[in-house]
């Protein structure tokens, strides 16, 4: 779990997925549309992305992509974020982590 905090930390809003994986993809391009520049940690493509992926399980992330970390904390899967955009909540979440500037 000491990787995932060190890498969730790195940007206001940070995305762990897998590059085949399509909600993971969704949920990408939900965030560059809305103007977002996140960090994607493509776990397929990190030696180590099985140890990071079961940490994100062991968090309460399930699946454990996409896993998306706002201000360095958890938010979410895809369902959590998508719920988020729907009832207006994620763009003051953007706007207060600093990612979204309008």
Not at 10 to 24: L, N
Not at 59 to 64: D, H, K
Request: hydrophobic share 45%; aromatic share 6%.
């Amino acid at each position: 779990m000491d990787r995932v905090a060190k890498i969730s930390s790195q940007k206001a809003v940070v995305i762990f997925s897998k590059s085949t994986c399509c909600m993971c993809h969704a949920i990408k391009r939900l965030f560059y549309e809305q103007g977002v520049s996140p960090l994607i940690h493509e776990l397929d493509e990190d030696p180590r992305g099985k140890e990071v992926e079961w940490a994100l399980l062991r968090a309460g992330c399930s699946p454990a992509v996409p896993a998306v970390f706002i201000g360095g904390k958890l938010v979410g899967s895809a369902n959590t974020v998508m719920t988020l955009q729907l009832d207006g909540s994620l763009k003051k979440m953007l706007k207060d982590a600093g990612a979204l500037w309008l």
